[in-house]
């Protein structure tokens, strides 16, 4: 059986942010190249959240990949913005049971 790498999904970016810092939604947009009104809209959708909301809406830098993998599901793969939540949930998953995997690999090896 061969197996299919879409490349779309795990998308290398020059500039990964990983920080725990927290910006406003203005500089979430410029971090991620896009318009404050689709920043916006993702926030509508579900797809991300701001980590505090009062006085105003701010969100970890790290949020910065999840935006560019949104992006790329919806341009490259037309997918609608219903269906992205779908996708980041079911690549969620797919991520924990490969660490479950690999945990479980481990311990195996281990035990011979």
Known sequence: MTRNFYHIIHYQHEHYPTSSE???IDELARLSKQHVDMIKLMVDWGL????ITDP???FFEATVPIIWKIMRIRKDLGVNWSGIGVILTLLERVE???KEVARLEQN???LK
């Open 48 to 51: 991300i959240e701001p980590s």
């Open 22 to 24: 927290l910006v406003s």
């Open 56 to 58: 105003q809406p701010l």
């Open 96 to 98: 924990s049971l490969e």
């Open 108 to 110: 195996y090896n281990i």
